[in-house]
């Protein structure tokens, strides 16, 4: 596997990654593993800018920023809102705006959606759910000049529809369908494809089976790359746990430990100490 040279500077600890672009983008398919966190606002925005391949504003939001059970009444509005923030903060690197639940129903509306996405925020891309049902829409908004990204395999906007989170890929015939969709919405012009919650060999023949990157979520080791929601992957969503999440921080527990610090501190007229007031 030959390393495409992805390194802006070394001056800092890790390695500063150049802004991408969708032509660099799916040319890493094969040659390097590809990287997407989500974010919603500036300050985390910031922390992660350059740092990885993509940022993602996912309509995830509207669970892990906004506290509501599911993505689907997450707005166009909210979402261009934290896009903007993030676009703030990370202005480094390729940023993708989901389109939230509803904006998408034909393709005129989904132009629509698009076109307020790139007038109101500087989004390099916007990101859909939907297989070879939203193949028609997708050909269209890339036909206008919208760099697209696919999702398939779970889609959360589909989770009232289907009576919860469930994995895919179980049987032949769903097998069958997952492969149709990844191949429909290639055809239809998607630079890249989420690929969530489907069983690691599926989603392995998946990314064999098609010319662009496919990043996983709960999708196993073999896609091209990986994506995580930020409030999972740094601990800091308590909740619960799936399967496919990893803690690289245990972000709740160390914020309650310093909250609890500053607080004693307060209690104890420890803070401000002298060098800290005027
Ligand atoms: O909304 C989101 O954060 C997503 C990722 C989990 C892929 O769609």
């Not at 350059?50 to 997450?74: C, Y």
């Not at 480094?92 to 509803?102: A, R």
């Amino acid at each position: 596997m030959s390393i495409i040279n992805n390194l802006q500077d070394d001056s800092q600890n890790s390695p500063q990654k150049a802004k991408l672009n969708i032509s660099k983008i799916k040319k890493f398919k094969g040659q390097k593993k590809i990287t997407m966190i989500t974010a919603y606002d500036a300050l985390f925005a910031k922390i992660f800018d350059k740092n990885v391949d993509m940022i993602l504003i996912g309509d995830s939001l509207n669970q892990s920023f906004a506290g509501e059970n599911d993505t689907l009444n997450a707005s166009l509005e909210q979402m261009i809102y934290h896009t903007k923030a993030v676009c703030n903060g990370a202005k480094n690197t390729f940023i993708i705006c989901d389109l939230p639940f509803g904006t998408y129903n034909t393709k005129e509306q989904a132009l629509e959606s698009c076109i307020k996405i790139y007038k109101e925020t500087k989004a390099d891309a916007i990101k859909l759910e939907g297989g070879a049902f939203k193949a028609d829409i997708i050909e269209y908004l890339v036909k206008n000049g919208i760099a697209i990204v696919g999702h398939i395999g779970l889609m959360p906007q589909s989770v009232r529809g289907e009576g919860g989170y469930k994995v895919r890929g179980k049987d032949e015939a769903d097998i069958k369908q997952l492969h149709k969709d990844a191949k429909a919405v290639e055809d239809a012009g998607v630079f890249c494809l989420v690929v969530e919650g489907v069983k690691s060999e599926v989603a392995k023949q998946i990314t064999q089976s098609i010319k662009i990157p496919t990043i996983g979520i709960g999708a196993g080791l073999d896609t091209d790359g990986q994506v995580l929601v930020w409030s999972d992957m740094l601990g800091f969503f308590e909740d619960f746990k799936p399967k496919f999440v990893r803690h690289y921080l245990s972000g709740a527990s160390e914020v309650k430990k310093a909250l609890q610090t500053y607080v004693k501190d307060v209690e104890n007229e420890k803070f401000p100490s002298k060098d800290e007031q005027y």
